[in-house]
């Protein structure tokens, strides 16, 4: 434990040798659970001081209570989102847009990006998502009877969702791919190289739309106004690198976690093949289990938070996965159970800050696994293989490979 990290006003007692980055669980592991792992801190402490817990090595306090995390998050006077997480890797400071605003500027935003991720905006999204698996699917099973879940399904299946919502063409997926998982799982030098790429990326698309405007998320982004003003050039980069790297991982990461379940367990596999309704609910029941983000919020100032003396600019965080393993909100939390109802789960954060693309994250993993269990045979992970697990500000999972020979 790197016990100089700990500030002086945290007791020694409230820390705890725990990190989503460094614990033993958290490296790149062979058939790991690491959310089975995480799980284990609701036997200790509800909130306690980790001495490592962002990526960059700083110490946070962690919330592990479901309830306690809700009313933080809801609390954006005392709790704030703006750390400059992608800029200050680049040396500068400006916020991605909504998510590091706050009140009031954050409401102004959040309006005027909302109906571009409706529920209607995605339900007229949805025939162009099915057909995009369909065609991924059917090629995987007239080539082969096993496949790389990850690499040929899921990132070219969610991120080329992204991409046509963004207005961009699949020609570069891979490249984008490798650009998200260096930004968000490379070391210090890889992240760097990456958010200078993408940041160069997004400005030049920016530049491009305003001279040729197309019918897509960034040309609405650069003729937009708020607050009757057109939106400045900051305001614009914090927007496009947020959307462009949200649609990188999280929703592919939640497949490969989905896919690797359903594998493990053939009884839910052919519980969904034979009723395939159950699918919404299940997807829910998947989300929770297999949360795979960290909330960090920056205190504004000194407060006692549930007996943690908390001061000004100390960081906090609130793991999904951490809150929706939490016993005191869900009976037996390490059990998956696919019929699950009254499922509360924070996969999509909560509060103000609640994920602008929840309900398009949600029709693309349902419409994923309808699709695959309507045309995969049952599948299994491939003898002699081992898919591979790591933790982090987002959970991930590769080399996962399916068989159904």
């Not at 490798?178 to 990456?194: C, F, P, S």
């Not at 993993?365 to 045979?377: A, D, F, N, T």
């Not at 898919?387 to 490979?401: D, K, M, Q, S, W």
């Amino acid at each position: 434990m790197v016990s100089n990290a700990v500030p002086d006003h945290v007791p020694p007692e409230m820390v705890r040798d725990f990190s989503l980055f460094t614990s033993p669980a958290m490296q790149r592991t062979k058939n790991g659970d690491p959310h089975l792992a995480v799980a284990c801190v609701h036997d200790g402490p509800p909130i306690f001081y980790s001495p490592c817990n962002t990526r960059d090595g700083r110490g946070t306090w962690v919330i592990t209570r479901a309830q306690d995390q809700r009313r933080l998050l809801q609390d954006t006077a005392t709790f704030s989102s703006h750390r400059s997480l992608f800029a200050s890797a680049l040396g500068e400071n400006w916020p991605l847009i909504p998510l590091e605003l706050d009140p009031p500027a954050h409401g102004l935003f959040r309006s005027l990006l909302n109906p571009l991720l409706s529920p209607k905006r995605v339900m007229a999204l949805e025939p162009a998502v099915r057909e995009r698996a369909v065609a991924l699917i059917d090629m995987i099973s007239a080539s082969s009877t096993s496949c790389d879940v990850m690499k040929d399904l899921a990132f070219p299946f969610a991120v080329s969702i992204f991409l046509r919502f963004l207005g961009l063409s699949d020609g570069r997926l891979d490249t984008f791919v490798g650009w998200g998982k260096d930004l968000l799982h490379g070391d210090g030098i890889k992240r760097i190289a990456a958010a200078r790429t993408i940041l160069a990326f997004i400005d030049e698309l920016a530049a491009m739309r305003r001279k040729v405007p197309a019918d897509d998320f960034m040309t609405f982004v650069v003729q937009a106004k708020v607050d009757g003003r057109p939106l400045r050039d900051q305001e614009i980069r914090g927007i496009g690198v947020l959307l462009f790297v949200a649609g990188l991982d999280t929703v592919a990461t939640a497949i490969g976690f989905d896919l690797a379940y359903l594998a493990r367990n053939p009884k839910d596999q052919e519980l969904l093949r034979s009723e395939p309704g159950r699918t919404v609910l299940a997807a829910e029941e998947l989300l929770r289990a297999y949360s795979t983000v960290q909330m960090i919020r920056v205190a504004t100032k000194d407060i006692d938070f549930e007996g943690a003396p908390i001061r000004k600019g100390d960081y906090i965080s609130c793991a999904t996965m951490i809150a929706n393993r939490d016993p005191a909100e869900f009976e037996c939390p390490n059990t998956i159970d696919l019929a699950r109802e009254d499922n509360r789960h924070t996969a999509f954060a909560y509060g103000p800050h609640r994920c602008l693309g929840s309900h398009l994250a949600r029709r693309e993993i349902v419409i994923c696994l309808e699709e695959w269990l309507s045309r995969i045979p049952d599948f299994r992970i491939k003898e002699g293989t081992a898919p591979i697990t790591y933790g982090g500000h987002v959970f991930g999972i590769e080399n996962l490979i399916l068989d159904w020979s």
